[in-house]
């Protein structure tokens, strides 16, 4: 099988697909705004980044109240969240389109109907060439209690969505995808792996 | 259904699952070393970070030669991905795992089984309580030919594996996923909720 180098791919190099793009939520000019977002980055145990576009609506927002959320939705919810990615809140007005709630920081809005909501404070501010990467610490976090197991959240429950790049005639594109099947047990298929190797070593 | 505000889950407040698991690679006394890493970062097209536990056997070997790269494995590679991140290089020796190679930066290990690799120089160091988040400038990408389609990434072909939490005889666990199946076309199906939207309205 031949390994590619691949310098440049249409001016992304960033290709683990897919991501786990989220409704990012901040207050612009007073009122809720939803950005569809995949560039989210898994920082810390309680910190977390999003990356917006320079020139878009919820940028300002994030910027002047120093506040965002996170709202991960169901695959119930991918019209709303396409949507999201589709138009920007100088155009429409997203505020309609949930039930909005607040936390304690009052300025980050929150989708009620997404099984999860990450409220941030920002901590710092990256300028990169395309995005603004602001990295938030979580404030708070609420969940749906009917995406629990035993207190965890379910992530069959949830029934996550996922986007990857594709082409469509010929031309860059995208699609969302669900979660599969249960694979394998996490700190214990890899046991099995070094008893292989073990045995592997003793033939 | 009632929302509940979490304040601290387990530690763990950053709840957005499921992970993309990815094995990062780092020299660490002048060998390959592979480290299983949930905590990633997609920070814009041409950077991305890695959170690594501070005392962590990569840790030291990042911040000596200021490179990593990032690989993903296949569903097919789940047994190496779970023992990488269940045994330390400190104990067992990670270089013989894999066919390992190395790019332009000459200090970042990759692995030939792994669908995309991407060879990172670190740009900015971030100390949190629990990880150090290396973030990375992206220096190249080698992509498999054979999990491409028209040229792009093909997410069904490399079949990728996704972490989530869950408890197991009551105590703290995880398990591996699989991708599902396609749910819609991005950029196209919120087009139909505006129009559901409009109709409403009209009704």
Known sequence: MTK????????????????????????????????TI???????YDAVSVSVGHKQYSNAGIRENRTFSINQPTA??????????L?????VDKSILFENFYGELQTAPMIHECPVNLECRVIQVMERSIHTVFIGEIASIYLHEAY?????????????????PD????????????LGEYLARAWEVGK?????????ARS
């Open 38 to 44: 995949g560039l989210v980055g898994w920082l810390c």
């Open 76 to 85: 119930g919810m991918v019209k709303e969240l396409d949507y999201c990615g």
């Open 148 to 164: 629990l197991t035993e207190g965890i959240l379910d992530v069959s429950k949830v029934d996550p969505v996922f986007f990857a």
């Open 87 to 91: 138009y920007s809140g100088r155009r």
């Open 4 to 35: 590619k180098k691949v310098s440049d791919l249409m001016g992304v190099k960033n290709l683990l697909f897919p991501y786990l793009p989220v409704l990012v939520g901040a207050n612009v000019d007073g009122k809720p705004n939803y950005i």
């Open 192 to 200: 099995d792996f070094r008893s292989d190797k073990k045995d592997e």
């Open 167 to 178: 082409k469509k005639q010929g031309k860059y594109s995208g699609s969302y995808w669900r």
